[in-house]
């Protein structure tokens, strides 16, 4: 069980909004570690979609956006498309394992 | 953006080693610090190890530590991670990936990721 604590999965049809929550502890997000995000379509490398809690890569379109407070932060997608459909991880840091934590990842279904 | 490509994986026995590497290209290798992540045949991301742009600091996960070496040679753009004692567990698709900085990479994000490289562990 990852220190970071995503749901399994969300879902939603197209066109709506939905945010993915990832959960963590006063040794990682809590600690102000940046949080980023991670878009994972199957059988594909990961590819960066957030960083640094709101920040996007040039390509990423602002339909994604993400925020950070306390000890958790969240995804958001607005204007959902079938594209969209893949596994989202957040990562942060941990002091008290000195090292990079992955949350479980959750997996957005487009209805 | 830059381009990581990964080769070296395989069939391995359990107790056996093996040395994946991570070729870049179309980025400053030597200015950037380099991760491996692993993804267990449908499982989640799973980080390994981090290593600065110098090679001078190398931070590995609990899992790995002491049986894993990560590695690099900034005169051919290339990064290593040395797998020993290797058991099932360590079944997974290795991925390197760019760091976003030259400083402190475990803090600030992979911004470049490879297609990965096999390992199966397996008598």
């Known amino acids: 069980q990852s220190v970071l604590t995503q749901p399994p999965s969300v879902s939603g049809a197209p066109g709506q909004r939905v945010t993915i929550s990832c959960t963590g502890t006063?040794?990682?997000?809590?600690?102000?570690?940046?949080v980023h995000w991670y878009q994972q379509i199957s059988g594909r490398a990961p590819k960066l979609l957030i960083f640094?809690?709101?920040n996007r890569p040039s390509g990423v379109p602002d339909r994604f956006s993400a925020s950070k407070s306390g000890t958790s932060a969240s995804l958001t997608v607005v204007g959902l498309r079938a594209e969209d459909e893949a596994t989202y991880y957040c990562?942060?840091?941990?002091?008290?394992?000195?090292?990079?934590?992955f949350g479980g990842g959750t997996q957005l279904v487009v209805l | 953006q830059g381009q990581l490509v990964e080769s070296g994986g395989g069939v391995v026995q359990p107790g056996k080693s093996l040395r994946l590497s991570c070729a870049a290209s179309?980025?400053?290798?030597?200015?950037?610090?380099m991760h491996w992540v692993r993804q267990a045949p449908g499982k989640g991301l799973d980080w390994v190890a981090v290593?600065?742009?110098?090679?001078?600091?190398?931070y590995y996960s609990d899992s790995v530590k002491g049986r894993f070496t990560i590695s690099r040679d900034n005169s051919n753009n290339t990064l290593y991670l040395h797998l020993t004692s290797l058991t099932s567990e360590d079944s997974a698709v290795y991925f390197c990936?760019?760091?976003?900085?030259?400083?402190?990479?475990?803090?600030?994000?992979?911004?470049?990721w490879g297609q990965g490289t096999r390992v199966t562990v397996s008598s």
């Open positions: 640094t809690n709101n």
């Open positions: 179309r980025f400053n290798f030597l200015n950037f610090g």
């Open positions: 006063n040794s990682n997000i809590g600690a102000a570690y940046d």
């Open positions: 990936a760019k760091g976003r900085t030259i400083y402190a990479p475990q803090y600030y994000g992979m911004d470049v």
């Open positions: 990562q942060s840091y941990d002091s008290g394992l000195s090292g990079v934590l």
């Open positions: 290593i600065s742009f110098d090679g001078s600091e190398k």
